[in-house]
């Protein structure tokens, strides 16, 4: 018997995914904590808020070596990188200063994974935690970008909550707009994680219907045929009680001859 070699490689990965799991979500949770805390606290002594910095550096970095040893591990790496690029730009792109926001955004993936694991068939559990954690964290960018910046409307937190709430519904009121770069940045990426929402959802209830229409045709199709062999049997059971009618069938000249009296 031919063992798979590719196998080997897949089961590591799986083994190693399910191993790290837990600890990355804890990290993206970590992650969240350590970034919003100099946000909400703009008083916040410099010591805590580069302690800070440093911790969401160093877990950003162990996002990076989750990363590096899936792509080690994965069988087909070419396959691996061509499936999580945008994984792999959301890691690279922090980088660069301006794009350290995009941080958030491996955040987002880990938990939305996460959540899609734990939530798997609940629809509604897992489209309320992924929207409010885009939500918050979008709420987390804007106000990190927007409250020192000229002419923003966007000063606090519950303004930028209430920003981010008008904007993934796509309702949005226009008393609170971003107004730099980053900003608009980080509400195109809300519109689209709102957008993305809806269509999931709408998919989702589309593909319930079809399957619950298919299920009742099906069962239809099943009491049809049972019907049938119910008639089936009772002919058979019809036919081994009366003999005779089985014999002459339903031809009268034949029930006729076998009326007339033996003479």
């Known amino acids: 018997m031919q063992v798979r070699t590719d196998a080997i490689p897949a089961d590591r990965a799986t083994r190693w995914e ?16 350590v970034y919003a805390v100099p946000i909400l606290r703009p008083d916040l002594p410099d010591s805590w808020r580069a302690a800070c910095e440093a911790t969401t550096v160093l877990i950003w970095l162990l996002f990076w070596v989750d990363f590096v040893t899936r792509l080690i591990l994965a069988g087909e790496r070419r396959r691996f990188l061509r499936d999580h690029l945008f994984d792999l730009a959301v890691l690279v792109l922090p980088m660069l200063r301006p794009l350290r926001a995009l941080r958030l955004v491996t955040v987002v993936l880990n938990l939305s994974r996460r959540a899609e694991s734990w939530a798997r068939g609940r629809l509604a559990v897992y489209v309320g935690a992924t929207t409010m954690l885009l939500v918050l964290v979008s709420a987390l960018a804007v106000l990190d970008a927007e409250r020192s910046a000229t002419d923003s409307n966007i000063t606090s937190f519950d303004d930028a909550m209430w920003w981010a709430t008008v904007t993934i519904t796509t309702v949005g009121y226009g008393d609170h707009f971003p107004v730099t770069a980053t900003g608009r940045f980080v509400a195109l990426g809300l519109m689209i994680g709102g957008i993305g929402l809806i269509g999931f959802v709408t998919g989702s209830l589309a593909t319930w219907i079809v399957d619950r229409v298919s299920e009742k045709g099906r069962a239809a199709a099943a009491t049809v ?11 058979a059971l019809r036919r081994q009680l009366d003999p005779q009618a089985s014999t002459t069938g339903d031809d009268p000249d034949r029930r006729d001859h076998a009326d007339q009296p033996a003479g």
Do not use: Y
């Open 18 to 33: 399910r191993l790290t799991a837990l600890p990355l979500t804890f990290l993206s949770v970590m992650f969240l904590v």
């Open 225 to 235: 045929d049972d019907i049938a062999a119910l008639r089936a049997e009772i002919a």
